[in-house]
């Protein structure tokens, strides 16, 4: 009987004992997603935040709405057609269970972003305050806590929880970065996660491993470096490091004890023969464990050489690589800058897809999420500080570029993704100072680069666009937008070679142009007639405007996905005939909202991007698809155009996009031949068909072979001989239903009947009833304004089983309702 007893009492120590331990690893990080409670406005002081409210009293004021975890303030008026998205502050408050498993540990806070000036408090008190939208910043709440179970209303008001306050705000100030200049929004709000962390007493701060290799591969170096958060000044402790293969072997061991421990320490240095080596085909990382006392962490790192060749091209692992690239910002509809690791992980994704090996970063430190992405992925990375036109402020200003300098380089340290550190963009462009002084400007630019190279020697710096300063940094981007703010496409490979004749390093990030989704055209190249050739294709000031200045696609071309494919097929099919050419982005992979943008096809969107703002990919994906992967594929030109014209029996190009080594094209299932690819034959690689047309549908299809793999693709298009005038009347019509959402499609017709299929006309959409449009998406279907696109419009109706009425309108014509 006492045996079982005993037996009983040890099984349950043991069972407590591992509850314990899994519950110590489950809780030392806690992603604080949920039960946030959110104002739009700012308060009188912390005190409402937190004050009771009292039975019988009227409601609380404000107004706390209910949110979750990342949030940001400008999730739908960054691009509202109708206002100027909202910069302020802005209040999120929480009650935390807070339950820390160490003695004598410490409860930090731990923000991977947040926008743009934080202050932090627990229930009246300020803990902490940060200036900086994209850095990731911790905090000491422990004895904030401490003091405040101390209070009553600890257990009587909050229940035996923390209050959280914390207050957001991006208002504008001159002597902060980035400058509200800049071409996209400077959001509010936690749009990045936030993580209660619980910590030893003794605990790793940072991880410094940098893995160094020869050219050849054959022999690897690992220096660790580690910070400590040691609070209580502890003296003693062990020190032990694991390195893991990518495998999930372990290949070295380090095991110390240390008396002392002051700065970033020098733990090991060991050799690694023969590393499995990280390239962008097969990105093969390796473990760096650190653990001292009872606190661990773990770094990911990877063995490349790299080099950006004086007057030549880049090279990885000792071979040539094209950097084939693009950029990125933190926004999406419906969300703006608040992305979930969901959304960002399929964003990646799609890059990776499209055949990207290269991103820049613009224009800002981004979410620890991408890094990660980009070094599983194989995605070499350009990540800046976001020093963003506007010139140059004074001393806060300066010191906080250099803070969030000093932040970038060493949170993102270790990836072994990252070859460039970026220390501006665009900082000839003036504005926000009296004073625009180019010789203090290259001054401070020459603080940062050395301040980079001290804290990184290992990696190059860049910055693009500011010809006063290309000698300073490392690698040299100018501007270059041939065939859209300036010149002529076929003007790409000239100006490109003069560019790179001036620089020892050249690389060309931002290039291409604006593109409306879901327009087309006929006749594409038109503006290009207008333009004189020979006079640069750099951006100059006011190119950016749609009045005004000097003949320019972006000012009188059509912003169709017609014209955009044409001058991507160019630059691509070129980009394979620069031998010394280091590589190239592409601006930018989705479109994003700005400012300073209103009166375009979707108001406050940047357009530039191959996918729009929702992930719906543009025909420019496939082109570069086209160019950049091997896996087998096909596309042919206009998946989102179902109606072309022309004159009866008129011979019409049909593209196809594809990376096999033919392709044959059947029109209404009738072979019309095969084509073989060559990647200099502009456009399309040669895979394109002229084909006489006639008034009807056609079906198009198109078999593509890659040695012994066939893809195929295919769409259905009406072809209209029906010539027509002016717009005159709408329609608008119910497309599709599906879970209680309409899809509703406006049309403009002239006089006769006639769709006018070139009509760009500004439409409006609005809603009277209990339904809601799926509005202030920055996409062409989701914008209560927007250009039509070849006589049609698009928006998406929430219907909530109730009756609505639906307008359009538009300057000139009759409205429209649909009930």
Not at 355 to 361: A, E, H, P, Y
Not at 483 to 505: I, M, P
Not at 555 to 565: F, L, N, Q
């Amino acid at each position: 009987m006492q045996k079982k007893k005993w037996l009983k009492r040890v099984t349950k120590f043991f069972l407590l004992m591992l509850l314990f331990a899994n519950k110590l690893q489950a809780q030392t990080s806690q992603r604080l997603n949920n039960d946030w409670e959110f104002v739009k406005q700012d308060l009188g002081g912390v005190w409402e935040a937190v004050r009771p409210v009292k039975v019988g009293q009227p409601e609380e004021l404000p107004f706390w709405q209910k949110v979750s975890l990342p949030h940001c303030f400008n999730a739908i008026d960054a691009v509202d057609p109708d206002v100027n998205y909202y910069q302020g502050p802005g209040w999120y408050r929480t009650n935390l269970t807070v339950e820390n498993p160490y003695g004598k540990g410490r409860t930090l806070l731990h923000f991977e972003g947040a926008g743009q000036k934080t202050a932090v408090y627990i229930y009246n008190t300020k803990v902490a305050e940060h200036v900086g939208g994209y850095d990731e910043w911790t905090i000491d709440l422990t004895k904030a806590i401490a003091d405040f179970k101390l209070l009553p209303v600890f257990k009587t008001q909050f229940k035996g929880k923390i209050p959280l306050i914390i207050r957001c705000d991006n208002s504008r100030d001159l002597e902060m970065i980035p400058s509200s200049l800049s071409d996209f929004n400077v959001y509010g709000g936690l749009y990045r996660y936030v993580n209660l962390i619980y910590a030893p007493q003794l605990s790793v701060d940072k991880v410094f491993a940098h893995a160094t290799v020869d050219a050849k591969g054959n022999v690897g170096k690992v220096s660790i470096k580690a910070r400590l958060f040691n609070p209580d000044q502890l003296k003693a402790t062990q020190v032990n490091i694991a390195i893991v293969d990518p495998s999930g072997k372990s290949i070295a061991n380090f095991r110390k004890d240390i008396s002392a421990f002051s700065g970033d320490s020098l733990l090991w240095e060991t050799t690694v023969k023969s590393p499995k080596l990280w390239s962008t085909d097969v990105p093969q990382r390796y473990t760096v464990k650190v653990d001292i006392g009872e606190s661990s962490l773990s770094e990911r790192i990877g063995f490349r050489n790299f080099e950006f060749v004086k007057k030549g091209p880049f090279m990885l692992n000792g071979k040539r690589l094209l950097l084939r690239g693009t950029h990125r910002h933190e926004d999406h509809a419906g969300v703006a800058a608040a992305m979930t690791e969901e959304m960002i992980t399929t964003e990646m994704k799609m890059m990776k897809e499209m055949g990207v090996n290269f991103i820049r970063l613009g224009h800002y430190q981004q979410s620890r999420i991408v890094l990660d992405l980009c070094d599983s992925l194989g995605i070499l990375v350009w990540e800046e500080i976001p020093w963003c036109r506007g010139g140059l402020g004074g001393p806060i200003y300066q010191a906080q570029a250099k803070r969030m300098l000093t932040n970038m380089i060493e949170q993102h340290y270790n990836h072994p993704a990252i070859i460039i550190w970026g220390l501006g963009n665009e900082n000839d462009w003036p504005g926000d100072f009296p004073e625009f002084d180019q010789q203090k400007i290259r001054a401070f630019m020459t603080e940062l680069n050395t301040l980079s190279h001290q804290l990184d020697p290992s990696r190059s710096t860049a910055i693009r666009r500011c010809d006063f300063c290309r000698d300073i940094v490392d690698v040299y981007s100018p501007s270059i937008w041939a065939g859209w703010y300036r010149g002529d496409y076929t003007e790409y490979k000239d100006v490109s070679l003069t560019e790179f004749n001036k620089s020892d390093r050249f690389l060309h990030v931002e290039w291409g142009g604006d593109s409306h989704a879901r327009r087309h055209s006929e006749n594409p190249d038109n503006a290009l007639s207008k333009i004189k050739k020979g006079g640069g294709a750099d951006e100059r000031a006011g190119d950016a405007s749609l009045y005004g200045g000097a003949a320019r696609v972006s000012k009188d071309g059509d912003w169709s996905e017609s014209y955009i494919a044409n001058l991507i097929d160019w630059h691509l099919k070129e980009q394979e005939t620069m031998p010394w050419l280091s590589g190239t982005a592409y601006w930018p992979f989705k479109d994003f909202s700005t400012p300073i943008r209103p009166e375009n096809p979707v108001p406050y969107v940047n357009q530039k991007g191959v996918v729009e703002r929702d992930f719906t990919k543009k025909e420019a994906f496939y082109i570069f698809q086209s160019y950049w992967t091997t896996v087998p594929m096909v596309h042919l030109y206009g998946h989102s155009w179902p109606t072309r014209w022309g004159s009866e029996g008129e011979e019409k190009m049909i593209k196809v996009y594809s990376n096999c080594d033919e392709a044959e094209l059947f029109v209404n299932d009738k072979s019309v031949g095969i084509r073989k690819r060559n990647s200099q034959d502009f456009p399309a690689a040669g895979l394109r068909w002229q084909v006489p047309m006639t008034n009807g549908k056609y079906t198009l299809k198109v078999v593509a072979k890659k040695g012994k793999i066939t893809v195929a693709d295919e769409i259905t298009q009406f072809y209209q001989t029906a010539k027509w005038d002016k717009p005159a009347k709408m329609t608008l019509e119910k497309v599709e239903e599906k879970d209680g959402v309409l899809t509703l499609e406006a049309k403009v017709f002239d006089a006769n009947g006639v769709q006018c299929l070139d009509a760009a006309n500004q439409v409006s959409f609005t809603l009277v009833g209990d339904g809601e449009l799926i509005r202030d998406r920055g996409t062409s279907i989701g914008s209560a304004k927007v250009q039509m696109y070849n006589g049609r419009a698009m928006i998406k109706v929430k219907t909530n089983g109730a009756k609505n009425v639906i307008a359009v309108q538009s300057k000139g014509i009759p409205t429209v309702f649909f009930e």
